[in-house]
T-cell receptor
């Protein structure tokens, strides 16, 4: 039983394309996140949703747009992909956005832009 | 002030040895300090966490030492095993706007 699942796991696409990554959690959590991990392993939060409402929106290009149809799903759509978007994107969830809650990560989506 | 500085960037330890990874922070409002472990090809997973009301927390071979006055905390892995080889992240957070501030990660290699 995968707690946080994201698809696709691997994605190779050309510059300028639009792509989406889907995420679902079956933990009953209220809060979901998108993180980006670059080639140096640095983890950077991109967005956070609590009960379908955006609560954290870090400085990321407008080309990245999250969408939360319900509290168990948080999808990431990326327009006009650029070479610098190549990274691993992790979806994650936690019970609520209160400090001290464990964040559960998916296995990541490896995006390569060529 | 929101940064968490982690060192070393990489660490090689012999099997059976003690692995030590250090983190330092500036924001005294931080009230939660977790360590996450990430294996290649996987997402990070919570390993152990501490609150500032205690100076040490131990779970099996893993211990967090916390020094509030120095604003530092560290992860000690006793009797390190090859299966402990992974990237370790320290982090810190506070309050209701829950955003973990992450360290840069330490790649740990345990040599057999």
């Amino acid at each position: 039983d995968t707690a946080v699942s994201q698809t696709p796991k691997y994605l190779v696409t050309q510059m300028g394309n639009d792509k989406s990554i889907k995420c679902e959690q079956n933990l009953g959590h209220d809060t979901m996140y998108w993180y980006k991990q670059d080639s140096k392993k640095f983890l950077k939060i991109m967005f956070s949703y609590n009960n379908k409402e955006l609560i954290i929106n870090e400085t990321v290009p407008n080309r990245f747009s999250p969408k939360s149809p319900d509290k168990a799903h948080l999808n990431l759509h990326i327009n006009s992909l650029e070479l610098g978007d190549s990274a691993v994107y992790f979806c994650a969830s936690s019970q609520d956005p209160i400090s001290g809650n464990t964040i559960y990560f998916g296995e990541g989506s490896w995006l390569t832009v060529v | 002030q929101q940064q968490v500085k982690q060192s070393p960037q990489s660490l090689i330890v012999q099997k059976g040895g003690i692995s030590i990874i250090n983190c330092a922070y500036e924001n005294t409002a931080f009230d939660y300090f977790p360590w996450y472990q990430q294996f290649p090809g996987k997402g990070p997973a919570l390993l152990i966490a501490i609150r500032p009301d205690v100076s040490e927390k131990k779970e099996g071979r893993f211990t967090i030492s916390f020094n509030k006055s120095a604003k530092q905390f560290s992860l000690h892995i006793m009797d390190s095993q090859p299966g402990d080889s992974a990237t370790y992240f320290c982090a810190a957070s506070h309050g209701s706007n829950y955003q973990l501030i992450w360290g840069a990660g330490t790649k740990l290699i345990i040599k057999p």
